[in-house]
T-cell receptor
Framework: GAGVSQTPSNKVTEKGKYVELRCDPI?????LYWYRQSLGQGPEFLIY????????DSGLPNDRFFAVRPEGSVSTLKIQRTERGDSAVYLC??????????????FGAGTRLSVL | GESVGLHLPTLSVQEGDNSIINCAYSNSASDYFIWYKQESGKGPQFIIDIRSNMDKRQGQRVTVLLNKTVKHLSLQIAATQPGDSAVYFCAENKGAQKLVFGQGTRLTINP
């Protein structure tokens, strides 16, 4: 019955390091989304999974960003060679099923990433 | 210099008054719209949604109006309470998958 869970809530890393951000969607939700939110801005889409496959990764800014969802539930967003510009809140959302005209996405609290 | 992105549109209302938050969306082909509320340190929280084949939908103390002619969406909150203070985002659904969010409006309820 819990909502979308994201860990860690805060992550501080050094420029050039590798980080992994985890998302546990609402149980039974087959669609999972990653967004990035910079200070004072709305969330920006990164990638969408339907089941295990990435149905749309058009929002990933470059090849340093990668996400997986191997069993169709938990997802991990991976960022290689982090840069200071990657600092933001990374939000995960899930919905019952993507590709529907009515698609309420429920968000987690986010992971605040700070790259020093 | 200042960062425009840090300066959200703001709206201040007295507790108990009604508030109206406006949003212009970009894609005339968008067929589904959602309003989210975001409190400090939390993720966006679903408030209300509307499909493009409707022009009005009501919830508990909230009403969403959709004007497709001018691509405009509004959220009306009746009898505002201190707990309504937050940033409000409209989002349009493109391709029934990803959401495209507007800039957001910071609502402050004055006691």
């Amino acid at each position: 019955g819990a909502g979308v869970s994201q860990t860690p809530s805060n992550k501080v890393t050094e420029k050039g390091k590798y980080v992994e951000l985890r998302c546990d969607p609402i149980s039974g939700h087959t669609a999972l989304y990653w967004y990035r939110q910079s200070l004072g801005q709305g969330p920006e889409f990164l990638i969408y999974f339907q089941g295990t496959g990435a149905a749309d990764d058009s929002g990933l800014p470059n090849d340093r960003f990668f996400a997986v969802r191997p069993e169709g539930s938990v997802s991990t967003l991976k960022i290689q060679r982090t840069e200071r510009g990657d600092s933001a809140v990374y939000l995960c959302a899930s919905s019952e099923r993507g590709g529907l005209a009515k698609n309420i996405q429920y968000f987690g609290a986010g992971t605040r990433l700070s790259v020093l | 210099g200042e960062s425009v992105g840090l300066h959200l549109p703001t709206l201040s209302v007295q507790e108990g008054d009604n508030s109206i938050i406006n949003c212009a969306y970009s894609n005339s082909a968008s067929d589904y719209f959602i309003w989210y509320k975001q409190e400090s340190g939390k993720g966006p929280q679903f408030i209300i949604d509307i499909r493009s084949n409707m022009d009005k939908r009501q919830g508990q103390r909230v009403t969403v109006l959709l004007n497709k002619t001018v691509k405009h969406l509004s959220l009306q909150i009746a009898a505002t309470q201190p707990g309504d203070s937050a940033v409000y985002f409209c989002a349009e659904n493109k391709g029934a998958q990803k959401l495209v969010f507007g800039q957001g409006t910071r609502l402050t309820i004055n006691p």
